[in-house]
């Protein structure tokens, strides 16, 4: 049997990455493998009903095939347009109705924490604040303690030093879930975004109490706060245009 007939029986039997360095090997095997009947069978694989119109949607079935067949690398983001330096965070921490914490917090103290946490806090909270997630942490100075039976109810709101407005991060939310593994309780909240962006939901931002560990299952000893977005942000630029996207008043 011919070469060429081999090839044209066995080219429709490949996949489209081995079709595709079938061009390269030589030039009667490149312009077989460039037929566009051989990749009208592999659209047909993946996108039948692509197929059943005689001429074929794009200028060829190879370059359907080259376009759609993966999905395209993520692209970079460009600059955010805020930086943690226009940025100031208001932080209030209730028990019932007592006020606890209460603090203003320029953007560049909250930036992925630049603070080492104190000496004697346990293993899994130490590879937790060490991981490579995006974590913005801050020191509780003086600390304070709170009863795992109390109950503990944090808001975040935020300012924009550029323009005067104010977005809300977390509002009221309950820190319902203590670990006991890790030592933090957490809470989070469902973020408002500015009607620009109405496809944008679902995305939340949590908050922990980090504590430490003294052998017991009595008071929370707080140290420390941590602020994530890792629904969706899991770098600094990634938060920063989240944070742009906020519902601004």
Known sequence: MPCEEVLKAVFPLLEGIDLASCTLVAKQWREIA??????????????????????PPTVTYFKLYQTFYKRPKRRALLPPRLSFSDLEFYIDIWTQERLIFSEVVPGPVLQKGTWIPPPGICDVLRFHLEGPEYKMTLPVEPRFSVLPSQNVSVSVLVARRDSNKVACIINKSVFEYIDRTAYRALAYDYLDFSPCYPFVSGIRAWISLLFMDHGSEGDIDVFGIEMDFCDAANSEEEVLWLLDMLDWK
């Open 34 to 55: 460039q037929d566009d009947y051989f990749w009208k069978c592999l659209c047909a694989k993946r996108w039948p009903s692509i197929c059943k119109r005689p001429p």
